[in-house]
C-alpha cells in the first residue's frame, strides 16, 4: 500500500514540503473537454489542470502521477455521447500531455444535478470504452452522486479499477476498492502541518489537498524521468 495525495491546484511549488507527509504519488486532474496547456495556468481559476511543465516538474521531484479527468460538472449530463465525448477529451489531453499508454484514466463522476441511475451506467461505460480503445485502463472515482448498487459497480464491463470518495457510498463486490480518499486537509507551508480543511485556512499559505490510500498494482516507468502511478488488477 501507498500514501498518496490528491488535489486540483497548481502542484510543483509545494512538492517538497508536501513530501514529509509521506506521500509518494500526487493525482491530479486533466480537463473534461480537449484543452490542455504547455504551462499551468494560475491566473486565478480555483481548478487547475495538470500541464506539460508541470508534469516534468513533479515527476523530475521524484513524485509518481496519477490521472484523474475532472467530473464534466453539468446539470443532467449523462448519458451514452455525452460519456463518449468527455472520454474522448480524456485521450486526447493525456495523450498531448505524453502520458503513456498503459497508466489508469480515473473518471470523476460528479454533477451538479446527477442524471438518472441508466444514463450513469450509459456515461460510465461510453467514457471507459474510449479510454480503453486508446490504450490507457479506465478507473473510476465512485462519488456519492453515482446511484449504483454494490453489483452494479461492479458489473461495469470496462472499468479497472476504483477510487473511493471520503463521503459514504457503496463498496464494491468482489473487487472493493484500489484508492480509498480521507477527508480534506489543508497543507500549511510555514508549520508543515496537515490540519482539516476549513475556512479558516483561506488565510493562510499552503496547499488544499485529499490524502488517499492506494493499493498499487504496478508502475509504469516513463523513460528516466520519473514514474507514473498504475493502478489495476
Not at 26 to 54: A, C, M
Not at 76 to 105: F, H, K, M, W
Not at 133 to 155: K, R, T
Not at 177 to 193: K, P, V
Request: glycine content about 10%; some cysteine; charged content about 20%.
Amino acid at each position: 500500500r501507498r500514501l498518496a495525495l490528491d488535489t486540483v491546484s497548481y502542484f510543483s511549488p509545494f512538492s517538497e514540503a508536501v513530501k514529509t507527509t509521506g506521500a509518494e504519488t500526487v493525482f491530479r486532474y486533466i480537463n473534461y473537454n480537449k484543452h490542455f496547456r504547455d504551462t499551468p495556468d494560475t491566473s486565478g481559476d480555483w481548478f487547475i489542470s495538470l500541464s506539460k511543465q508541470e508534469r516534468d516538474e513533479i515527476l523530475n521531484d521524484g513524485w509518481m502521477i496519477g490521472i484523474v479527468q475532472r467530473g464534466i460538472g453539468r446539470r443532467n449530463s449523462g448519458g451514452r455521447d455525452a460519456g463518449l465525448e468527455v472520454g474522448e477529451a480524456a485521450v486526447y489531453n493525456a495523450t498531448g500531455l505524453n502520458i503513456p499508454t498503459g497508466v489508469t484514466i480515473f473518471c470523476d463522476c460528479e454533477w451538479s444535478d446527477p442524471p438518472n441511475k441508466a444514463d450513469q451506467i450509459a456515461y460510465i461505460e461510453a467514457w471507459a470504452s474510449q479510454v480503453r480503445g486508446a490504450g490507457y485502463i479506465a478507473g473510476l472515482y465512485v462519488s456519492p452522486d453515482l446511484a449504483l448498487s454494490s453489483s452494479e459497480l461492479y458489473a461495469l464491463a470496462h472499468i479497472q479499477a476504483y477510487w473511493k470518495s471520503a463521503s459514504y457510498v457503496a463498496t464494491v463486490d468482489t473487487r472493493g476498492f484500489q484508492i480509498i480518499q480521507s477527508l480534506e486537509y489543508f497543507f500549511e507551508t510555514a508549520t508543515g502541518a496537515l490540519y482539516p480543511w476549513s475556512d479558516s485556512c483561506y488565510s493562510r499559505q499552503g496547499l488544499r489537498l485529499d490524502m488517499d490510500m492506494v493499493c498499487a498494482d504496478g508502475l509504469a516507468y516513463s523513460g528516466s524521468t520519473g514514474r507514473l502511478m498504475v493502478v489495476s488488477v
